[in-house]
């Protein structure tokens, strides 16, 4: 059994693995190498709802962990966590779709919706790892 508190290591560890594969995704599909490409964002996929659920079930048994610090951190922290948490709920539907048409080879309507995609996704999972290192690393 996974011990509670290695719940937040693990779910950065996630955003770090889902940022990193979605990178590497965009780097192969500028090379041309589609198989390489749809490798990484499947994967990305993968680790993007293993985090989910990771992330769903310590909340659901640890429930919130509030920031500590005060002032101008406190400021940069909320101003991180809401459009992180805002642009969070776009990337399911849209990681959804852009695999969807990618899957189906609709090329030019997978690129139109990926250009949205990517950058949302990657501003995420990298907030992410920011969240979690100023909520559970930083000392204030």
Do not use: E, Q
């Amino acid at each position: 059994m996974i011990p509670l508190d290695a719940f937040p290591t693990i779910n950065a560890s996630l955003n770090a693995t889902t940022a990193l594969l979605v990178f590497t995704g965009w780097r192969f599909i500028k090379r041309g190498r589609i198989a390489a490409h749809r490798a990484c964002m499947l994967a990305a996929c993968v680790t993007a709802v293993t985090f989910f659920a990771s992330y769903i079930y310590y909340h659901a048994h640890a429930g919130l962990n509030r920031f500590p610090g005060t002032g101008w951190p406190r400021a940069l922290y909320l101003c991180i966590l809401i459009t992180h948490t805002t642009l969070a709920v776009t990337i399911p539907p849209l990681a959804a779709v852009t695999a969807t048409l990618g899957l189906r080879d609709r090329r030019a309507v997978h690129r139109r919706i990926a250009r949205w995609t990517l950058p949302i996704w990657l501003y995420v999972s990298t907030t992410g790892v920011v969240v979690y290192w100023m909520l559970y690393r930083m000392t204030w």
